[in-house]
């Protein structure tokens, strides 16, 4: 018998109405569009605006276009993976609730959380159940309402991140199509530079941490920045030499939107051409476990069969990892 390989075959994608652009955060915090621009390459990001939905909203979403798209009865569904940072609740996997919503009624669910990195962590998750032959259909879901732990007093966070989900099938391939290969790594240093203090078993809610704003996310851009640079150029520089890709063989660079200057950075190093180097940051900042789905959504025309990808990303904790894929369709 083949080898099997994980390949996606079908995508899908979900961003909210509200459009939060540079102009209106320019009312909000002492910033200006010029320099968010110049920093991050951001001019706007989606926010989800409606009482009551969390990031489970998101995923449906995303899932159900997806569904609409294959034609697929998501009876038909084997597993649920739900990656995400920012679930609907403390208790209760986010996905569950999301597989029983899309009808998914056969498959087990789960949230898996590796900050920014956690839709590439679920890729390679994903694909070793594809692999090991049990299951059939998984569905990836990235989806982060990142909005509901920003302060948008703070501008080193507010003027970075978006709401948004998008969502990859993947299904067995005998010819040789899918994932090929994958460098993932995490270092616990990154614990303190990318967190939110409050909410979890250290330090639970209380009356004070509401009061100094410990429940939202607090960056120390700097050294995000740098660590990011380096890591995400790294691993996708390895990924290559270790599959003997040239730049030429490389059709698509797939990188976590973070910031612009950090994918032109993982760009130059792998010596790919900027015709290759996908990029929707400036229309939804970072949507952090949803920006690698949204990319392929946004320029799925783009692909061919056979393609090359370079995903990578970064993220809190550290984590970050570089996946090469082949198109299946």
């Not at 706007?44 to 449906?60: Q, V």
């Not at 609730?97 to 900050?115: K, M, P, R």
């Amino acid at each position: 018998m083949n080898k099997i390989t994980a390949a996606i075959t079908a995508i899908g994608s979900y961003v909210p109405e509200y459009v939060l652009s540079n102009q209106v955060l320019e009312t909000l915090v002492d910033t200006n569009d010029e320099w968010i621009t110049s920093r991050t390459g951001i001019k706007e990001r989606r926010l989800l605006k409606l009482d009551g939905e969390g990031t489970s909203y998101l995923a449906i979403k995303a899932a159900q276009n997806l569904l609409e798209k294959a034609k697929l009865d998501p009876k038909e569904i084997d597993l649920v993976i739900m990656a995400t940072t920012t679930p609907d609740l403390p208790v209760a996997a986010t996905g569950v609730y999301v597989a029983s919503q899309i009808g998914a009624t056969n498959a087990f669910a789960y949230d898996l959380q590796a900050a920014c990195s956690s839709f590439l962590f679920g890729m390679s998750t994903a694909s070793a159940y594809i692999q090991s032959g049990k299951y059939k259909k998984v569905l990836l879901i990235g989806a982060d309402k990142m909005s509901s732990i920003i302060d948008y007093t703070d501008r080193a966070t507010c003027i970075i991140f978006g709401d948004g989900a998008g969502a990859a099938l993947f299904e067995p391939n005998f010819e040789g199509l899918g994932l090929q290969d994958e460098i993932l790594k995490s270092d616990g240093i990154g614990r303190e530079f990318l967190k939110i203090e409050a909410g979890g078993s250290i330090l639970p809610p209380s009356e004070d941490t509401i009061k100094n704003k410990q429940h939202f996310v607090f960056q120390d851009g700097k050294t995000v920045f740098k660590h990011a640079v380096s890591g995400m150029a790294d691993v996708s520089e390895k990924i290559m030499e270790r599959n003997n890709l040239s730049h030429d063989d490389v059709n698509w660079l797939i990188a976590h939107q973070a910031n612009k200057r950090i994918i032109d950075a993982t760009a130059s190093r792998m010596n790919v051409d900027e015709s290759k180097v996908l990029v929707n940051i400036h229309r939804y900042g970072n949507t952090t476990s949803a920006t690698l789905p949204l990319l392929l959504a946004d320029f799925e025309d783009k692909f061919k069969k056979g393609d090359n990808l370079i995903f990578a990303a970064f993220g809190g904790g550290f984590t970050w990892g570089s996946i090469y894929l082949k198109w299946a369709y």
